[in-house]
């Protein structure tokens, strides 16, 4: 256990009448449906003062994918032999419940999809918005994440002719050469590679954002077949890969399922 005096302040000038638990997952993918977690880290601190903290590492009973595991890199032999989540269902029960709920994005990912494994197990783990203290969106809210921000935060100025186009242009100029005299002792072209394909785009199989890559496989990313293989799409389904090829999607979408129906299939690279 550890002093709650740093801590102190989320109960002092939020008013809070109950635990904050402080959590991250780490999972096996982003499939809400599908995936499950296998690290489960969380500090949890009391009105009284008492402050827990326990990093726990979970067998997911499934693969974890390539992609996930290139984030986190946790691997599949290093779950093995760990507890399920229903091992611990009712000793997570126990720390979760009746709290408020914090973290970095908790509200759209790890909330929704603790709530998920406890659902399997038979648990109905309830929470409200009320309940949710979420960093992600406070920085988003009180850090505006805007050009003419950017412009204040680099530059020092402020944009007068916001929404013009050249003047945008101009700011954006000077920000860029601000960012690489500031971050010269990292930033170079293989950084940018690298922030680049870590970005939400390497995720994506096609610009329309229709596909994105599982384990090196393209599933679909709408639709009723939200989270299938495209491949079981194309030989259970092809009636509406035909429908996709009649309506407006990108002719780069388009020969991906033109592709898929005559049995050739998007594969992606692996990474060096």
């Known amino acids: 256990m550890e002093n709650m005096n740093k801590y102190k302040v989320i109960f002092d000038q939020l008013d809070l009448d109950k635990p904050v638990i402080i959590f991250d997952l780490e999972t096996t993918g982003l499939i809400m449906t599908m995936d499950r977690i296998v690290e489960l880290a969380y500090i949890k601190i009391f009105p009284n003062g008492k ?13 974890i994918s390539e992609e996930s595991m290139a984030v986190h890199g946790i691997t599949d032999e290093q779950v093995a032999g760990q507890p399920t989540f229903k091992d611990r269902a009712q000793e997570f029960w126990d720390i979760f419940a009746n709290c408020y709920y ?3 994005n908790v509200i759209s990912f790890d909330l929704p999809l603790l709530k998920r494994e406890f659902v399997r197990v038979g648990m109905d783990f309830e ?11 406070i920085y988003h809210e009180m850090e505006k994440r805007t050009l003419s921000a950017a412009y204040k935060f680099y530059c020092g100025k402020e944009h007068v002719d916001a929404h013009n186009a050249l003047a945008d242009v101009e700011v954006t100029a000077e920000i860029l050469t601000k960012q690489i005299e500031m971050y010269k002792d990292i930033l170079d072209s293989e950084y940018i590679k690298k922030i680049h394909g870590n970005s939400n785009m390497d995720r994506f199989v ?6 994105y890559w599982r384990d090196g496989e393209a ?5 009723k077949f939200k989270d299938n293989p495209l491949k079981k799409v194309a030989e259970t389904e092809p009636g509406f890969l035909n429908w996709m090829l009649g309506a407006d999607f990108s002719e780069q979408t388009k020969e991906i399922i033109r592709k898929a129906l005559s049995g050739e299939f998007p594969e992606k690279e692996k990474s060096e």
């Open 51 to 63: 402050v827990v903290k326990e990093d726990i590492y979970l067998n997911p009973e499934m693969k």
């Open 102 to 104: 914090s973290g970095f």
């Open 127 to 137: 929470y409200s918005s009320e309940d949710i203290i979420d960093s992600k969106t």
């Open 206 to 211: 096609d610009g329309d954002r229709k596909f």
């Open 219 to 223: 599933f679909f990313a709408f639709s």
